[in-house]
Structure formats: C-alpha cells, structure tokens
C-alpha cells in the first residue's frame, strides 16, 4: 500500500512539475479579456552574446482594441534593478487589436515589452547577471474607444 502511494504522489508531482515548464507557455496573468503567459528561451542574437530572455505572450480574447499597461520589474542576483525608474525607460505599453496576440521573439528587433532579460548563455563573458525574479508590476488593461 505504501509503494501505491508513493507512486501516486510521484506521478502527481511529475504533472504538476510539467504544468510549470519554464521553456514552455506559462499563464502569468489574465485580466479584462487579455491573458499573459511566459517563457524561458534561449536567444542567439544577430548581435552580441546569446542570452536567455523571458519572452512574453499578449493574447486579446475580446472583440475590441485593448491597451496593456506595466511597470517592467527585473531582479537581478536579487536586487531589484528596475524598481526605481525615475525615466519611465520600463514603463511598457502593448496595444492589441480585437482578437490578436502578439508574441515576444528572440531577436534583438523585438519590441522591449515583449520580453525581459534573464541571463547571458555565451561561455566566458564576465557577466554573471541574472534573473532572479520578474514581475509585470501596476498591470492594467483598458479598453480603447
């Protein structure tokens, strides 16, 4: 009886470990008809080093044009380092038109709000930054008229 147990337990785990894949889509938040999920994903950038980036998700669920509002909070070997942003410069805005999603990519083109640096992945750089923590802080979503 115990090792049925056990086994159940260990499957569990295993399901909810999978649920929470770091490298797959993840929801982060859902709100007024706008869903944000995330993901972990390695980077070879046209230029400079490879780097791991938090890639964001931004799917309208509505039939209208909406308005994505949010303070970028990035903590780096646990030191918050965006949270006092005296020039707005991680004040991201993301707009939607009905029904679209917009995805983050792995390019150095790609819209600073669709994504946050996590970490370097090029081999003897000397940057030891990393992501410790992220959030998308004051969250909004508006309806455009």
């Known amino acids: 009886m115990k ?7 260990i499957c569990l785990s295993l399901s909810a470990t999978a649920n929470n894949d770091p490298t797959k889509w993840n929801l982060f938040a859902s709100q007024n008809g706008v869903e944000i999920y ?14 791991e ?8 669920t509505a039939a209208s044009t909406k308005t994505v509002k949010y303070h970028k909070i990035m903590e780096i070997n ?13 004040s991201m805005t993301v707009v939607l038109r009905a029904n679209e999603t917009i995805e983050g990519s792995c ?4 819209n600073a709000a669709h994504h946050i640096f996590s970490k370097m992945t090029t081999p003897n750089t000397g ?5 410790t923590a992220f959030d998308l ?3 909004t979503v508006t309806y455009n008229e």
Do not use: H
């Open 3 to 9: 090792i049925l147990f056990s086994l159940f337990i």
């Open 38 to 51: 995330y993901k972990y994903a390695q980077c070879d950038l046209e230029m400079g080093y490879d780097q």
């Open 53 to 60: 980036w938090v890639l964001l998700r931004f799917v309208n």
């Open 78 to 90: 646990g030191v918050c380092k965006t949270c006092n942003d005296p020039n707005g410069e991680y």
């Open 107 to 110: 390019t150095v083109y790609d």
């Open 127 to 131: 940057i030891e930054d990393k992501l």
């Open 137 to 139: 802080r004051n969250l």
